[in-house]
């Protein structure tokens, strides 16, 4: 079992920066990639980041290419994604996933541990 547990949520105008942090327990030697997504009210759940601890390759989403930027600690229980230059349309309810298989995936479905969601919320 791996449990999720994401922590830096809050609100920010627009162009400021956060950074939110997922802390991973349990068997976490199953958690071989780690990944953000992010749902905002009426939208699908939608890709933001992942990093592949195997050789700390990281993955982002066209929206986000440039602005965010996701990492992780040395013991690869932790996972960070710094968000500079936040625009209104990245608030979202920030969620950190855990997938067991060795590659990435952009989808919800391929990532088996979930955090519970932190609230990103950014004003106009």
């Known amino acids: 079992q791996v449990q999720l547990v994401e922590s830096g949520g809050g609100v920010v105008q627009a162009g400021g920066s956060l950074r939110l942090s997922c802390a991973a327990s349990g068997r976490t030697f199953s958690n071989n990639v780690m990944a953000w997504f992010r749902q905002a009210p009426g939208k699908e759940r939608e890709f933001v980041a992942a990093?592949?601890?195997?050789?700390?390759?990281?993955y982002y989403a066209d929206s986000v290419k440039g602005r965010f930027a996701i990492s992780g600690d040395n013991a690869k229980t932790t996972v960070f994604l710094q968000m500079n230059s936040l625009q209104p349309e990245d608030t979202a309810v920030y969620y950190c996933?855990?997938?067991?298989?060795?590659?990435?995936?952009?989808?919800?479905?391929?990532?088996?541990?979930w955090g519970q969601g932190t609230q990103v919320t950014v004003s106009s």
């Open positions: 996933a855990g997938r067991n298989g060795m590659g990435y995936g952009v989808k919800p479905y391929q990532y088996e541990h």
């Open positions: 990093i592949t601890w195997r050789n700390n390759s990281t």
